[in-house]
């Protein structure tokens, strides 16, 4: 009888084990390439300058000729401004590290889903901050934080609330850079050659590195642990190349090319932008804002009352239906065919879309 060779079995090849952050929303969902994110803000600028030229136009022929619109880059200006007033408010209100790289996060992701010529960077800047309180657990009443900011009342926050938790896609969690440079410096004591002394001074200027990126675009082009990386490299490149070398499944090319990009970004655009510049462009924005967002435009009254004659109808629709299902002795209605079940569910979608 003719033996059986068993088949040749191949080794089993242990399977790679995935970062964490690349099962995150924010690896999905927030992360894109410098020449993507020109594209998203150019995109959203044009959408808008379009959309309040036609609403300008509708109110006044012929006077949206005479106004001139932000372009993306003073867009982008503008929010850094509101952006690096978070650090001050943070401070008055002695918030940790972690709601204020949360709110810079999230404001910056809000501007990828709107314009500052529908939404002023001001009030967002508030909502946000408050939002990151809560999403990070360190809650304050809505009270104690608009009765200590000048000139702000509860409403300011709350009109927007919901609309920034929406545009964030009600994706609260955000992986933080200066979480990854903690890491990286318990990383560096334990090293079997690590240097016996690791003075302060270099990690609080590596933080300070972390916090001036949360200025740029960094976080929304490259991971945390790279700008970690990269903040500790400014301050200490021995320290940094040190920790990068105990990493062996790190590719040394393509690390430093992020590496250097990431320095370059701190090092360059890691600052508040000039103040004057700024109000050059707030002071254009006063004359191009989307009328329909000014209180007690023309616009604005029009686009209310089509709102409520809308709900009107809804609500009057509602009411019918209700009377039409006491009056057959069935109280619930009829049995739903398919196609009363598709309509009844677009009109919930529409419903969610108009809050």
Same mark, same amino acid.
């Not at 109110?59 to 867009?75: I, M, R, W, Y």
């Not at 304050?140 to 934080?145: N, Q």
């Given at each position: ?26 690896? /999905? ?6 020449? %993507? ?26 006077? $949206? ?22 650090? #001050?408010?943070?401070? /008055? ?7 204020? $790289? ?6 910056? /992701? ?8 529908? &939404? ?23 009270? $104690? ?29 955000? &992986? ?34 972390? /916090? ?29 190349? #040190?920790?990068?070398?105990?990493? #062996? ?10 590496? @250097? ?24 924005? %006063? ?24 709900? @009107?109808?809804?609500?009057?629709? %509602? ?19 398919? #196609? ?16």
């Amino acid at each position: 009888m003719a033996s059986v060779t068993p088949a040749p079995t191949t080794p089993d090849v242990p399977a790679v084990k995935k970062p964490l952050y690349e099962g995150s929303t924010q690896y /999905r969902n927030w992360r894109c390439s410098p020449e %993507k994110l020109a594209q998203i803000r150019g995109s959203l600028n044009a959408a808008a300058v379009s959309v309040i030229r036609n609403t300008i136009e509708a109110d006044e022929p012929g006077s $949206a000729s005479n106004v001139l619109f932000l372009t993306a880059d003073e867009e982008v200006l503008l929010v850094k401004l509101y952006m690096s007033m978070i650090t #001050q408010l943070c401070g /008055r209100f002695r918030f940790p590290e972690e709601v204020e $790289a949360t709110a810079v996060s999230y404001m910056k /992701r809000f501007y990828l889903k709107n314009t500052v010529m529908d &939404w002023h960077p001001k009030n967002v800047m508030l909502t946000a901050l408050f939002l990151a309180t809560k999403t990070t657990n360190n809650p304050i009443s809505l009270e $104690a934080y608009t009765s200590h900011i000048p000139k702000t009342v509860p409403s300011d926050v709350l009109d927007l609330e919901f609309l920034v938790a929406q545009s964030l896609g009600f994706e609260f969690a955000v &992986w933080h850079a200066h979480r990854a440079l903690w890491g990286i410096w318990l990383d560096l004591q334990s090293l079997p050659n690590a240097p016996k002394e690791h003075p302060q001074e270099i990690f609080d200027e590596a933080m300070n590195h972390v /916090r001036a990126s949360r200025l740029t675009d960094a976080e929304l082009i490259y991971t945390p642990s790279q700008i970690a990386l990269a903040c500790l490299s400014l301050a200490s490149p021995s320290f940094a190349a #040190q920790w990068a070398a105990s990493k #062996q499944s790190v590719a040394p090319a393509p690390l430093e090319s992020s590496l @250097e990009a990431v320095k370059v970004l701190v090092t360059q655009l890691g600052s508040p932008p000039d103040v004057e510049s700024v109000r050059t462009v707030d002071r254009t924005l %006063k004359l191009c804002k989307n009328p329909e967002k000014v209180v007690g435009s023309k616009a604005y009254l029009a686009k209310k009352a089509e709102e409520e004659k809308k709900a @009107e109808e809804k609500r009057n629709k %509602k009411a019918e239906d209700v009377r039409k299902a006491m009056e057959s002795g069935d109280p619930f209605g009829e049995e739903l065919s398919g #196609q009363d079940k598709e309509d009844i569910i677009k009109e919930i979608v529409d419903d969610d879309d108009d809050d």
